[in-house]
């Protein structure tokens, strides 16, 4: 459900928006004529940020143009979110995806001669400051409903499996280039991480803040309970999945372990990982009677090594009814697919991935 159109929104005043189009444009003169702005309301959505739809009109150099956006805002208006929105960097990561990774992605692509895309819209504009109570921050994506794209059909119940196969295959794209982002380095992994420290650094787990530290030590402490209920409500007769990680657990610490896959450590394989794959942020297009494209939104990234496959499959699908045996074949194949997914692109780059089934 959206509110009614206005013509101002929060930072969005129509002389803002004026200065957006202009600064897009790169022209000498923009006039707004006319703005119909709507807050995007549904129920779960707008915990990262106010997604503000914009149709627009505009006389630029002379000549009218119309826009439709979608301007991603902080919530500036939320005491309990914003601070911690500042404290996981997300603004300045999302923004340094679309002004610089994006790009050097799809330089990439072009200098290598790679024979697919990505699936991701350019930003026309974006700005950040410091201090929120100021400014804030704008991040002016494309309206994907202007392009056919589409939320999933039953958010509820996850995704069929030709659409989780989908998903799967573009996220393995994703993770390909990030790969191929950092290799592409003269000085390797090492040094595209470290000339990435914001993209690369975890700031939830492995290297919070102070402010999110006690927050995320009290979030670990209700996993284990948490977990084990879980793993016993699913193993089968003659299965101990309780006491597997319970002994796991022992073995080497869950939560030193996690910490260790997110840090910027480069030993073993890297990549940069969309942080949060679920169904609010992934978008449909239906191209012909049995072929859809794909979208993901709301890039909140995690640093190299984090979200595997498996994660991504428990996140995308959702609850299933099917037998286990079913389950266990769909999960099989999904992660072939992803692995085949990943390995093409970095194929066409001409990097060689070895040991990946490890991985």
């Known amino acids: 459900m959206e509110s ?5 929104y ?24 006319d703005a119909r702005l709507n807050l995007l309301s549904s129920k779960g959505q707008n915990f990262s940020g ?5 149709s627009l009109r505009a006389r630029v150099n002379k000549s009218e143009k119309e826009y439709s956006w979608a301007v991603k805002l902080p919530p500036m208006a939320s005491k309990e979110r914003m601070p911690m ?3 996981i960097m997300m603004e300045e990561k999302e923004i340094e995806f679309y002004t610089k990774v994006l790009p050097a992605w799809k330089r990439l692509i072009t200098d290598r001669r ?32 202007a392009h056919g794209f589409r939320n999933a059909v039953d958010r509820k119940w996850g995704l069929n499996l030709h659409h989780a196969e989908l998903a799967l295959e573009e996220l393995a794209k994703f993770h390909a280039l990030g790969y191929a982002y950092l290799k592409s380095y003269p000085g390797g992994v090492r040094q595209g991480v470290d000339e990435n420290t914001l993209m690369t650094r975890d700031y939830v787990f492995a290297d919070p803040l102070p402010f999110t530290k006690g927050i995320i030590d009290s979030f670990d402490e209700s996993l284990i309970p948490t977990s084990k209920s879980l793993l016993k409500s699913v193993q089968e007769p003659g299965q101990d999945f309780v006491g597997a990680m319970i002994r796991c657990h022992e073995q080497d610490n869950l939560f030193e372990m996690r910490n260790r896959l997110y840090s910027q450590d480069t030993k073993g394989f890297k990549t940069l990982c969309h942080g949060d794959p679920h169904l609010n942020n992934l978008l ?35 609850p299933s009814m099917s037998p286990l045996p079913t ?30 089934a490890k991985h």
Request: some cysteine; overall charge neutral.
């Open 4 to 8: 009614s159109a206005k013509d101002e």
């Open 10 to 33: 929060g930072l969005l005043t129509r002389a803002k928006l004026a200065h957006i189009i202009k600064e897009s444009e790169k022209a000498k003169e923009a006039e707004l004529l």
């Open 50 to 54: 106010d997604i503000v739809f914009c």
């Open 85 to 87: 929105h500042r404290a």
């Open 114 to 145: 790679a024979s697919f895309d990505i699936t991701c819209f350019d930003s026309p504009y974006s700005e950040f400051h410091r201090d929120w109570q100021e400014g804030g921050s704008i991040l002016v994506l494309q309206d994907l409903r």
């Open 284 to 318: 449909f297009k239906l191209v012909s009677s049995f072929v859809c494209n794909f979208y993901l939104t709301n890039w909140g990234f995690y640093p190299p090594g984090s979200k595997s496959p498996n994660h991504l499959c428990d996140s995308i699908m959702g």
């Open 327 to 356: 389950r266990r074949s769909q999960g099989t194949s999904m992660l072939e697919l992803n692995s085949f997914a990943f390995c093409r692109p970095c194929h066409l780059f001409q990097i060689w991935i070895l040991c990946l």
